[in-house]
């Protein structure tokens, strides 16, 4: 769902023509730095698992938590009660080469299953930004280091891939490494350039483990986010989790 949005944004960034990241080289090495080594989640680490997705939801970020100017954006299946959309649509040419990698940024309970609870949140924000968090919790935090694991080892195997988005549109995205303070159990960081008809985007991200929680931040915009905003989004989102009273 975040690479087909971030597709969208890609979409309306080329018919209104104001990205200032056209003016630079698509998918430039300027934003990326090599991918970092796996960090191993400990598999005994202490917290009970969110068994209510409601609860979980409830300990997620807010637009308290993120800077001004952001608002919430309602879920069309959870909070609008729409029906699921149709991925077998004949009218959707989205695709993914290597087709692992349509993997990249889904939401944690995709990437690995057996989850006791999920829930996401999406913002956004000024000039087409945008700030979404999904959570999985897992019956064991043997789990939830597995689904830390799987989401790296995707990872390394989708440093340079392509694809199409829904009408068709060639995309290329580049995922390399980013710095951070540890947050959680256990953390990784990467940065992941879409590119499409000359427009590019910026995703920083993180992901975190708490207890039997995986948490994943992904802040996106033309370009990247301000170091100490997202440390601070990071913290605060991994304390919510950790505070919370699990369900």
Same mark, same amino acid.
């Given at each position: 769902m975040r690479a087909s949005a971030i597709a969208a944004? !890609? $979409?309306?960034?080329?018919?209104?023509?104001?990205?200032?990241?056209a003016d630079s080289e698509p998918g430039s090495d300027e934003f990326l730095a090599p991918l970092g080594p796996m960090v191993t989640a400990p598999p005994d680490a202490s917290g009970a698992p969110f068994t209510d997705s409601a609860v979980l939801r409830a300990a997620l970020l807010?637009?308290?938590? !993120? *800077?001004?100017?952001?608002?919430?954006v309602a879920d069309p299946e959870e909070d609008l009660? !729409?029906?699921?959309?149709?991925?077998?649509?004949?009218?959707?040419?989205?695709?993914?080469?290597?087709?692992l990698c349509s993997a990249v940024l889904s939401p944690v309970a995709d990437q690995h299953p057996g989850a006791a609870a999920s829930a996401s949140a999406w913002f %956004?924000? *000024?000039?087409? $930004?945008?700030?979404?968090?999904?959570? $999985?919790? =897992?019956? $064991?935090?043997?789990?939830a280091a597995q689904a830390f694991t799987d989401i790296q080892t995707t990872l390394a195997q989708c440093t340079d891939y392509s694809g199409t988005d829904?009408?068709? /549109?060639?995309?290329? =995205?580049? /995922?390399?490494?980013r710095d951070g303070r540890p947050a959680g159990d256990a953390s990784t960081g990467f940065r992941l350039i879409t590119t499409s008809d000359g427009f590019s985007l910026v995703s920083d991200v993180v992901v975190a483990m708490t207890g039997?929680? /995986?948490?994943? !931040?992904?802040?996106?915009? %033309?370009?990247?986010?301000?170091e100490g905003v997202f440390e601070d989004m990071t913290h605060a989102a991994v304390s919510k989790l950790a505070s919370a009273p699990a369900s």
């Open positions: 944004v !890609l $979409t309306a960034l080329a018919v209104s023509a104001c990205s200032s990241a807010d637009v308290g938590d !993120l *800077p001004v100017g952001f608002s919430p009660g !729409l029906p699921p959309a149709s991925e077998a649509a004949q009218s959707d040419k989205s695709s993914t080469d290597p087709a %956004q924000g *000024p000039n087409f $930004t945008t700030v979404d968090q999904d959570a $999985t919790s =897992y019956p $064991t935090a043997a789990d829904a009408d068709g /549109v060639d995309v290329q =995205y580049r /995922v390399g490494g039997c929680t /995986v948490t994943q !931040l992904v802040a996106t915009g %033309q370009e990247p986010i301000d």
